[in-house]
């Protein structure tokens, strides 16, 4: 990719034939005349052409075609960052806030910016196709991956969403909107049959897809691994019926990766591309499928239009030119990524207005809690990405209060039994660098390639270097010199599925192979590899050689047939234990001006490939916080986890801040939001559940059919009281709600407009919500449901008037197999959020409503 002149930046170039005049019509959709050409080169290829073209040529990338002018395109996760084909620290990615997070901004502007950003960084990493957004539903708090999608109702799901493709898809590069569809939890997720109703399928899971689909012109979809009532997702008939016919999809659809399962079934579904490459369930096999008649010729030649149709968009197919798309600076993407975390935090409680503190009020301040020194930026699996830098929470307020402040930190208590990967102050490589060097070596023990690098987690996927792919490597080694800054036991080991040996001081400790436990996931050797490690006892200024051979076994079922590859270095420094940790905290706190405790969830908890089993922070994280609250007064509670967790400390502090998992720029936000530089933003996308009685289930049963009993009522529409209801923040002013009316609008939906007063005494942000219930919800519909929402700003002292369109959408139901208006009188409530709704409005709806 190279820089033009004016700033904007354009994709890669091509070998290949030269461009033809770019026909007409280029843009969210395709003119006539570029149709044809499209049609024009898909008939050219021979059918063994045409068919490769369905496949992945590797892990990240699918095939180039020169005689029609294709080159390669370059797709890559995903939600937290753009990662781009190397998955390593010498490649780093943007870290933007969790899915969790975008969508407790309840700021479509912002969001449309922060996939502008992401579109600017796929293109520095000569990346065309983005997996993301993920817009499956909140269905229940225990799913693994909550964090990666965006909220349990399908309205905000889908505004936020299609604000998020838009700006991914104005820098030129595709948004795929994942997973269609009920891939709502992990348990058994390559299988279970999620056994939806059809009147909450169309209104709650298929929705944001419509709306995203039709609104925001996705130019991809990725079918999920799931089954959706009785069929494989790569094979159901939603593909072709619901996602191409009603809506007009005209994208590609790509599967989940190995989601593809049969050559017949999918030849004929709405499938267009099978991911990863080069093996699939395709290939030969679908040419000998069309040769026989099982598969007909025009359905591959369907996919293969779509294939180009992608391909002309973002400036892979000759004649076509890419977008212009910004490039960004480091100082512009640091501005936005730490506004974006801010504008995501959701002020809880604020008993007394504990927030903001007063900076020239503290002379002390004690960071208590295990997130408090590393921060939690991300998730686990698939969305990981390595960041430039993370700020954490005592960087971030050291900088913020300067020298004149004196920061005391303790970790409080350990939040996991796991050996973390070894930190780089406690290691070095031999010749004595940061970090570790790593070799590659062959057979006889030649050593293929060594390099420096500085993290301890590893991941390698086809290729270990660029001129060395993973098949002729027998062997990795990990050298490094462990140097002990104090007496005691450290923690040793490994962790990783396969075969290794660990030496340390010329000491075997382990000889082995390890396994992936009985119906874990893949991605668990990932976000929780199983580990050996073990106590060595060191002395202050003590040096030790570490040694890890990593043993490379084809096949290597327990991962991919491309032959991924990960393991981690792990090691601990001395711990005092829980006990003395949690007195050394209170001490620390009692003697501050004020103590901010950060607890949260850990990898191992939050991550793809598992549900939760319990949304009880992991060990004795709730003690500490109240152990805090008891000693200070002045004590904010900060949440650093990426879906909701019990509180059951949140009326013993004065303040309790979710900051969801922020991304790099956490500490200088949180900082922010601490000391009122800047406003917490957030509205919970979420109910934020008491406990967990009556949450919906994420195990299927024994036939692996996992039932969605619940139907429409979950989260807020469910009427269970929650500890905070859905859409609730608070801000750092107050609000009054005086007037609210509304009235049909002959061109169609309803118009409601809202005077807003701001009562405080700074300018604020307030989302304003509407709710409708009605006309006589049956027993299994929602009592009230979120029809529209608004964010605006208000100086201090003045009131504004504000109109906020309902569409139509919002009366309507499915029922015999269409979406229609329910006639009657609905009552409109107007509030801040779905359990604070001051000011209501009846409205009648007539049946001819446009």
């Known amino acids: 990719m190279t820089a033009t002149q004016s700033g904007e930046s354009t994709q890669h170039p091509t070998d290949e034939r030269p461009a033809p005049p770019v026909p007409s019509g280029l843009g969210l959709g395709l003119g006539e005349e570029a149709e044809r050409d499209l049609r024009g080169r898909v008939a050219v290829l021979t059918l063994a052409q045409k068919v490769r073209l369905l496949t992945g040529a590797d892990f990240w990338s699918l095939h180039a075609e020169p005689a029609i002018g294709l080159r390669r395109i370059v797709t890559s996760d995903g939600p937290a960052g753009v990662r781009g084909e190397i998955w390593d620290e010498r490649d780093p990615s943007a870290n933007i806030p969790s899915a969790t997070s975008l969508a407790a901004t309840w700021d479509e502007d912002r969001i449309e910016r922060i996939g502008g950003l992401l579109a600017a960084e796929a293109r520095r990493k000569h990346v065309d196709v983005l997996l993301a957004p993920t817009v499956n539903m909140h269905r229940s708090p225990y799913g693994g991956r909550h964090f990666e999608c965006l909220s349990e109702d399908p309205l905000l799901t889908a505004r936020i969403g299609a604000a998020y493709v838009r700006g991914v898809q104005d820098g030129g590069v595709a948004a795929t909107v994942k997973h269609f569809v009920g891939n709502d939890s992990e348990t058994q997720r390559f299988t279970y049959d999620a056994r939806i109703g059809e009147t909450a399928l169309r209104e709650l899971y298929l929705e944001p897809f419509r709306v995203i689909v039709t609104e925001a012109g996705a130019w991809a979809v990725m079918a999920a691994y799931n089954k959706v009532n009785g069929a494989t997702m790569t094979e159901n008939a939603l593909l072709d019926e619901v996602l191409k016919g009603e809506w007009g999809f005209d994208g590609v659809v790509v599967s989940d990766w190995y989601a593809t399962r049969g050559t017949v079934e999918s030849g004929r579904a709405g499938l267009d591309l099978a991911m ?11 040419v000998a499928a069309v040769e026989s008649g099982a598969v007909s010729e025009a359905a591959v030649d369907a996919k293969v239009l779509r294939l180009l149709r992608l391909a002309a968009r ?15 600076t480091p100082a512009h993407t640091a501005h936005e990524l730490r506004s974006a975390a801010a504008a995501g935090f959701v002020l809880l409680r604020n008993d007394g207005a504990a927030l903001p503190a007063d900076p020239s009020a503290l002379t002390s301040v004690a960071l208590i809690g295990p997130n408090a020194a590393v921060a939690r930026t991300l998730g686990g699996g698939s969305a990981t990405v390595f960041p430039p830098y993370t700020v954490s929470a005592v960087e971030g307020i050291a900088e913020a209060l300067g020298t004149g402040v004196t920061i005391s930190h303790a970790p409080g208590v350990w939040a996991t039994d796991r050996v973390p990967p070894a930190p780089l102050d406690l ?30 987690a590893f991941n390698w996927l086809s290729r270990f270097t660029p001129e060395l792919p993973i098949g002729r490597v027998a062997a990795v080694e990990v050298h490094a010199v462990v140097t002990a800054s104090t007496d005691g036991t450290y923690q040793l080991g490994a962790s990783g599925i396969g075969s290794y040996r660990i030496d340390v001081a010329g000491k075997t400790l382990f000889d082995g192979s390890v396994e992936l436990p009985p119906g874990a996931d893949v991605v668990e050797a990932l976000s929780k590899p199983p580990q050996r490690t073990f106590g060595v006892d060191l002395v202050a200024g003590q040096e030790v050689p570490y040694l890890l051979h990593y043993r490379l076994i084809r096949p290597q079922e327990w991962l991919d047939e491309d032959g991924s590859v990960a393991f981690q270095v792990s090691a601990a420094r001395p711990y005092l234990g829980d006990d003395a940790e949690i007195e050394r905290a209170v001490a620390l706190a009692a003697g501050a001006d004020l103590a901010v405790v950060i607890v949260g969830t850990t990898e191992e908890v939050e991550s793809e490939g598992f549900d939760r089993s319990s949304l009880a922070l992991p060990g004795r994280q709730d003690e500490l916080v109240r152990r805090i609250a008891a000693a200070n007064p002045r004590t904010v509670a900060v949440v650093n986890s990426g879906a909701p967790v019990l509180l059951p400390w949140a009326d013993e502090v004065p303040a309790v801040l979710a900051t969801w998992f922020p991304g790099q720029e956490f500490g200088h936000a949180l900082a922010d939001v601490l000391f009122g530089a800047t406003e917490p933003g957030g509205r919970l996308p979420v109910s934020w559940p008491a406990n967990e009685d009556e949450l919906p289930s994420t195990t299927p049963d024994e036939s692996g059919a996992l039932e969605y009993g619940e139907g429409l009522l979950f989260g807020y529409r469910s009427g269970r009281p929650a500890q905070f209801a859905f859409g609730h923040g608070l801000g750092y002013t107050s609000w009054a709600y005086e007037h609210a009316e509304a009235s049909v609008l002959e061109a169609g939906g309803v118009s409601v407009t809202v005077r807003l007063r701001n009562t405080g005494s700074r300018r604020g942000r307030e989302v304003i919500q509407v709710y409708a219930t009605g006309p006589g919800s049956a027993l299994d519909r929602p009592v009230r449901w979120l029809a529209g929402f608004a964010g605006v700003e208000v100086g201090a002292g003045d009131a504004v008037d504000v109109t906020i369109a309902i569409p139509s959408r919002a009366f309507q139901r499915w029922e015999d197999g269409r979406f229609a208006v329910t006639p009657g009188p609905y009552l409109i409530e107007v509030g801040p959020s779905s359990a604070a709704l001051p000011l209501t409005v009846p409205v009648e709806v007539p049946s001819g409503l446009l």
């Open 427 to 456: 290691v070095r490589t031999p010749a004595g660098d940061p970090g570790v060097e790593v070799r590659f070596l062959a057979a006889d023990g030649t050593v293929l390639a060594a390099e420096h690098r500085t993290v301890t």
């Open 314 to 328: 973002v400036g892979a197919l000759a004649g076509y030119p890419a977008r212009p798309c910004r490039e960004l």
């Open 276 to 286: 990863p490459g080069p093996g699939s369930p395709w290939g030969h096999a679908l």
